[in-house]
């Protein structure tokens, strides 16, 4: 069923993660809703000098940054509040919201865990609340699952060929920078052509060389990748190994991608095997060690199925 979002005022406010807040925003926009866009932090060099050095400040901060947007929308009759993640979200800025717009309908998800970030104290704030994470599903009665969408320029583009075997491409995380080690030696082995990139922020790339830690710049990179280098990548690439964080049990954007691409998927998070989508042909569960049995796997065929969680699909969960 069509969702009718026609003329309706939304109050939306998300993490600046690569362009993701954009491509919502223009599908809400898309259905007919007036969307006003904050982010959920302060995204300048103030922030990165308090979250480094001063992270006592942070709540003072972030209570701050949230009472700066009810003044900047007081003149706007909001119909709705969307939230994704919330970090730091205050309690004094839900209860203004509240106050301020009664018959509003409050809609929060999560697209991380509250191991990473903290949110079970806003679940009663919001009238409809979800989460990507299986764990938190599991501990919090009110959270309903809805797992992250795929965007439609994934699937397989014809013009580019294989280049990698394996396409191993994160955020920096010690375990990770320890896994791609591994995984290194094991593709050198079987002679597989590996391309690892990790994105690192450079404060903890400096943080670290002054504790003494020294990284493979080859494989390190201080800012994010386009949309378009990392499809390229994607495209050019056998397989995708996507590792979770060790806090997180939800899939990731990437796994949804690679599963819905067409793609065969190597991960460590066990619980994909949980998901309706999970296919024992596509996805390879590894706890982080490389055997031969991954040989077999690259190369066996499988039957692609459609996963189902486009970003229209998503929408009309969380609005519907």
């Not at 939306?12 to 006003?36: D, S, T």
């Not at 460590?268 to 998901?275: G, I, L, P």
Request: glycine share 2%; charged share 25%.
């Amino acid at each position: 069923m069509q969702i009718d979002l026609n003329n309706k005022n939304i109050l939306f406010i998300a993490p600046i993660f690569y362009n993701y807040h954009e491509i919502i925003k223009a599908e809400l926009e898309r259905l007919g809703a007036n969307v006003y866009f904050v982010p959920e932090r302060d995204y300048s060099f103030k922030f990165t000098i308090v979250n480094n050095f001063f992270p006592n400040k942070l709540e003072k901060l972030q209570a701050n940054h949230y009472r700066a947007i009810c003044r900047k929308f007081d003149h706007i009759e909001f119909d709705y509040l969307f939230v994704i993640k919330g970090f730091k979200m205050s309690l004094e800025f839900l209860d203004l919201f509240k106050e301020r717009y009664p018959a509003a309908i409050k809609i929060m998800h999560q697209w991380d865990s509250e191991k990473n970030n903290p949110f079970s104290h806003l679940i009663d704030k919001f009238d409809r609340v979800f989460s990507f994470d299986y764990e938190d599903i599991a501990k919090y009665p009110n959270l309903v699952y809805l797992p992250n969408f795929y965007l439609s320029d994934i699937y397989l583009n014809d013009k580019y060929e294989y280049q990698y075997d394996i396409l191993f491409l994160v955020s920096y995380l010690p375990e990770r920078y320890h896994i791609m080690s591994k995984l290194q030696s094991f593709a050198d082995k079987h002679q597989l052509k590996l391309k690892a990139i990790l994105i690192m922020p450079f404060t903890t790339y400096v943080k670290d060389w002054f504790k003494g830690k020294r990284y493979d710049r080859s494989i390190i990179k201080f800012s994010p990748l386009s949309r378009a280098d990392y499809l390229a990548l994607f495209w050019r690439s056998k397989i995708i190994f996507d590792m979770g964080s060790s806090s997180q049990t939800g899939m990731s954007q990437r796994t949804i991608e690679t599963i819905e691409s067409g793609k065969k998927l190597l991960t460590n998070n066990y619980y994909v095997k949980q998901d309706i989508i999970f296919n024992k042909d596509q996805i390879f569960v590894t706890s982080g060690e490389f055997s031969e049995e991954i040989l077999d796997f690259m190369n066996s065929p499988f039957e692609v199925k459609p996963t189902g969680y486009s970003i229209e699909m998503w929408i009309n969960k969380l609005f519907g």
